[in-house]
């Protein structure tokens, strides 16, 4: 066994198996490409649909992904195969989400300023995103603001033996931007070792990178 937290002690900590799937995706909490290399070498990295061990097994397309700051990153994500069942599994790194062509910064640093009071045609000003794409992201999140309020506050209380709970917020969206945010602080004070996660990989990891996406969370914790 490894000594210190497991890499992906996040999505363990989440009660999720260590990479969570969907659609034959496996989000990697680590995205660093040696690591994922590294561990797919080591066969750490389990089949969500068997528990077998992941191989390599080439790459996905590549594929831009807009960021905060500075021109796109190349995403060239790493495709796994089954050494039991022979399903193949793309590798996509947690500050990503699924299906988005921008990283979970951005739209997290969407969904802050939306949780401080701004419209959606200010915030696409500021991020330089369609407002169609921001209108798009909030509508998505607000419908689902106090299911993911609620995923983040038992996350929150189980992580932290001392959860300091979020004070009230305006409305359901800022409520569930600060209990995200308040679990990522109790993460990074349980686990020092750890090092810095990025609140919005944090949540990605957290939701299998399904943060925005339809149904996220539904009715069962893993519910596909
Ligand atoms: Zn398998």
């Given at each position: 066994?490894?000594?210190?937290?497991?890499?992906?002690?996040?999505?363990?900590?989440?009660?999720?198996?260590?990479?969570?799937?969907?659609?034959?995706?496996?989000?990697?909490?680590?995205?660093?490409?040696?690591?994922?290399?590294?561990?797919?070498?080591?066969?750490?990295?389990?089949?969500?649909?068997?528990?077998?061990?992941?191989?390599?097994?080439?790459?996905?397309?590549?594929?831009?992904?807009?960021?905060?700051?500075?021109?796109?990153?190349?995403?060239?994500?790493?495709?796994?195969?089954?050494?039991?069942?022979?399903?193949?599994?793309?590798?996509?790194?947690?500050?990503?989400?699924?299906?988005?062509?921008?990283?979970?910064?951005?739209?997290?640093?969407?969904?802050?300023?939306?949780?401080?009071?701004?419209?959606?045609?200010?915030?696409?000003?500021?991020?330089?995103?369609?407002?169609?794409?921001?209108?798009?992201?909030?509508?998505?999140?607000?419908?689902?603001?106090?299911?993911?309020?609620?995923?983040?506050?038992?996350?929150?209380?189980?992580?932290?033996?001392?959860?300091?709970?979020?004070?009230?917020?305006?409305?359901?969206?800022?409520?569930?931007?600060?209990?995200?945010?308040?679990?990522?602080?109790?993460?990074?004070?349980?686990?020092?070792?750890?090092?810095?996660?990025?609140?919005?990989?944090?949540?990605?990891?957290?939701?299998?990178?399904?943060?925005?996406?339809?149904?996220?969370?539904?009715?069962?914790?893993n519910a596909s």
């Amino acid at each position: 066994m490894r000594r210190g937290p497991p890499r992906d002690l996040l999505a363990k900590l989440w009660g999720g198996p260590p990479e969570l799937t969907l659609g034959g995706v496996v989000l990697t909490v680590n995205g660093d490409g040696a690591l994922v290399e590294r561990r797919l070498a080591g066969g750490e990295l389990a089949c969500p649909g068997c528990g077998g061990v992941l191989g390599g097994w080439g790459h996905a397309r590549p594929r831009p992904v807009r960021v905060l700051d500075g021109p796109d990153a190349g995403l060239v994500p790493r495709r796994s195969r089954c050494r039991q069942c022979g399903a193949t599994h793309v590798l996509l790194p947690a500050w990503c989400l699924l299906r988005r062509a921008d990283a979970g910064a951005v739209i997290g640093a969407a969904l802050e300023a939306a949780a401080a009071g701004a419209g959606h045609r200010a915030i696409a000003a500021v991020l330089g995103r369609p407002a169609s794409t921001v209108r798009g992201w909030l509508r998505r999140f607000a419908a689902r603001a106090e299911e993911v309020r609620v995923f983040f506050t038992v996350l929150l209380a189980r992580t932290s033996p001392d959860p300091v709970m979020p004070a009230g917020a305006a409305g359901p969206v800022a409520a569930a931007v600060s209990a995200i945010a308040g679990a990522a602080v109790a993460v990074a004070q349980r686990w020092p070792e750890l090092g810095t996660v990025p609140v919005w990989t944090a949540a990605s990891a957290a939701s299998g990178g399904l943060l925005i996406a339809p149904g996220w969370p539904g009715q069962g914790r893993n519910a596909s």
